[in-house]
DNA sequence: GTCTATATCAAGATAGAC
DNA sequence: GTCTATCTTGATATAGAC
């Protein structure tokens, strides 16, 4: 069983949401292992019976904040069926898990690597890269049928950068929600006039 | 006179240096005021002789970086007299402050707002803002030129966080040097093939 | 301006009762 | 499985000599 995406334990998976927006609101450093407790109503000790260290508990919310993205586009990706709808998905996917409620696992994956060991990177580089390659499947797809230039491999990074990006200035409480941002940015690439609503 | 950015004191320079690139590979929370002494030939406590306080130095070192970098685009676009040439100036020297030797302290700027305190914030804010104007006015102008479409204020944000991200992958000692990597990010904007060196 | 020495505090983690 | 209590460490910052 893979340890680190899926958890069929209770306690632990509310603890590994909790953790997710802390990491994301204060970042994992200035999170402590009290602020943990407090937010799942346990001291501090207690969450050791659980997690054998504060770093187990980053490399497990990152590693559920990649694998249901990576899940998600591979649904999203199933229903459509052409180039165009493929790209279409990748924007929506992760931006609605990068910015979506509760979603803030695939934020703390972008931005705690610096706090993750050289012995757990590994196992997190392996999802990373599953989902990447999703990514690359559709652009060199995109990019046969004559959607997008030719240089997929740049491209690839340049558009998972402009996504990642949003965070630091998207709020979702604002006048566009993050479908219609995903259009939009969609529409950038492709150099069309933003749809109304699809 | 402006503390935030310029500093006549040399000694206070060459810690805000140090302290840039240790705050870049280590993070500003895992970097010790024991290290950054020891970065610079001083004992832990004589570094608050010349700063207040760790986050103090965070801050210098960030209005460093986002100075230095706004001085350098303001420069290089004195140089440029079309839209492309102006375009291509955002993309040379935004890759070469995050990307170039010695650079650390645009990244630590992008990558440690968190560890600002509320009350240091604004300040840094009104800096990041007068660069991100220059881009845009930038934008704009190529937008009337036809170079780009017309959602300039989308648009930048999509292109500095294209850029910003490139510190995540890029390595300098690879095959592709930063100016060729500039060279090829506009070429994707712009859809061209990249070409050779100019 | 830099040193030595240390005050002060908070962090992650453990032990053993329940 | 969770609690209380605490161990151990290492952090920022200060005080006062030089």
Redesign the interface.
Known sequence: MNNLAHDHNNRRMELVLAAASLFRD??Y??TTVRDLGNAVGLQSGSLFYHFRSKEEILVAVMALGITRTTEQLEAALSCADNPRDKLAALFRVHLNSLLGENQAALEVML?E???VSAAARPGLVVLRDRYEALWQTVLDEAAAAGLV?S?TR??R??????????V??FHPEGEMDVDRLAD??L??LL?EE?SSTC
């Open positions: 204060l970042g450093e200035r931005y690597w610096r706090s230039g240089d740049l491209l990074r340049t558009l998972l950068g402009s996504l990642h990006w949003t630091q200035w939009r940015m529409a950038l150099r933003p």
